[in-house]
């Protein structure tokens, strides 16, 4: 397969294993918790206050419970493939723990106990912002030095070198988190080892104001005017970007990790995707904070956004280009590029959501109508991982969590 297709039989239809390329397992445990007024979550700050709570708790067998369920819950979803944007890396307080990676280790167990692969993508965090301090949690995402951070994303090299499953990338979490000097350090060790470099852009306008603030330039514009837009960079969320932005980001052939159902919970407001695809920006996708267990719909929301923005249909890209998204970009942002055509998710053609799609509208049928109820089975590098819908430890993989929740006081 060259490229990315759905196939059709009697009974089934069978597309490749699809990737989210942007993850933060953790916050899956704030599904539900942070959906009325009362709590405070009103806008993205105060939810990312919420959030903060929440990361002040966890230990790593915690982290290790959530991100398990979080990525059965992709894998019965149709993904195969998780980037995760890592950066709960120390104890409470901010002290290392005796394995620096520990945490990270505990997100890449979740993932080859579920049996998906994953993308470690080790996230340097060093400042609250701009001439602002380190707020008590963010102390656990924190290093001191680019040279802690290279350390770590070295010894996730060579501890998972041999695993076929297991990939690493670098990451700087943001304009915000980490002065300019240290992004150009990752960003040239990225080019460097060839890996892919994530940062989170342009989530909010906030972010925008404090960039100019500091640097008199919005955040794409300083990564563009100091040469960190490549073909490697990841940017995740691009959601306010100006004109010449968009240009920048294009002519560097950068790709854009769209997190639309995380994007709307957090009302981040809606990214100008026409015009980023028209100047050759690529694109690919990802889960965020988990608050929606549909994969498809992670996908679909790419093109349906855009029909919503400019009240248009037909708008970014059709079913195939979608598709291609979801998997060979997708795969390629997480650093293993050709994986996805080792992985194959079937689909039940008698499931409700695809009755009736004939083969001619198979592509079109999975991308904008599938739901998750329709996965039949999934499989990595030839590995059956679902069966019937069904992730086999899924009984015991929701006992621990509610445990964990239950430990953490976040249920009762
Ligand atoms: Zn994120």
Redesign the pocket.
């Known amino acids: 397969m060259n490229t990315p297709q759905v196939q059709t039989s009697d009974t089934h239809f069978t597309m490749p294993g699809m990737a989210t390329a942007?993850s933060?397992a953790f916050q899956r445990a704030l599904r539900g918790r942070t959906q009325r007024r009362a709590t405070a979550a009103n806008s993205f700050w105060s939810w990312r206050g919420l959030m903060y709570t929440l990361a002040e708790t966890l230990n790593p067998d915690d982290i290790y419970a959530i991100a398990r369920l979080a990525y059965a819950e992709l894998a019965m979803s149709g993904v195969t493939m998780v980037g995760e944007?890592h950066y709960l890396h120390h104890d409470v307080g901010g002290q290392p723990y005796a394995n620096r990676i520990e945490t990270a280790d505990a997100c890449i167990r979740a993932a080859l106990d579920v049996g998906i692969r994953i993308c470690l993508i080790r996230s340097a965090y060093m400042r609250g912002g701009y001439q602002q301090d380190l707020a008590p949690a963010q102390a656990r995402f924190s290093d001191p030095s680019v040279d802690l951070v290279l350390q770590d994303v070295a010894q996730l090299q060579t501890k998972y070198a041999d695993n076929p499953l297991v990939s690493v990338a670098v990451s700087a979490h943001s304009v915000r988190a980490v002065p300019l000097p240290q992004i150009q350090e990752l960003a040239a060790y990225a080019t460097a080892h060839q890996l892919p470099f994530h940062m989170?852009v342009c989530e909010q306008r906030r972010e925008l104001a404090e960039a100019i603030e500091e640097y008199g330039v919005t955040p794409v514009q300083l990564l563009s005017d100091h040469g960190i837009l490549n073909e490697r960079f990841v940017g995740?969320h691009a959601t306010h970007l100006n004109a010449p932005e968009i240009q920048a980001l294009g002519a560097a052939k950068a790709m854009v990790c769209l997190c639309r159902t995380t994007e709307r919970d957090l009302g981040d407001g809606l990214p100008q995707t026409t015009a980023m695809i028209d100047a050759g920006t690529r694109f690919c996708v990802g889960i965020?904070s988990h608050v929606e267990p549909n994969a498809f719909e992670e996908i679909r929301a790419v093109e349906l956004d855009e029909r919503a923005r400019t009240e248009a249909r037909h708008t970014v890209a059709e079913a195939p280009q979608l598709l291609q998204m979801a998997t060979e970009q997708g795969f390629i942002a997480c650093a293993a590029s050709d994986a996805w055509r080792e992985d194959r998710v079937t689909l039940r053609r008698n499931a409700i959501a695809l009755a009736g799609i004939d083969a001619q509208y198979a592509t079109d049928g999975v991308i904008f109508s599938a739901a998750p109820q329709a996965v039949d089975t999934v499989s990595v590098a030839g590995k059956t991982i679902v069966e019937d819908g069904q992730h086999p430890d899924l009984p015991e993989i929701i006992a621990a969590y509610r445990t964990v929740l239950q430990r953490a006081k976040i249920i009762e």
């Open positions: 942007h933060h944007f989170h995740v965020d």
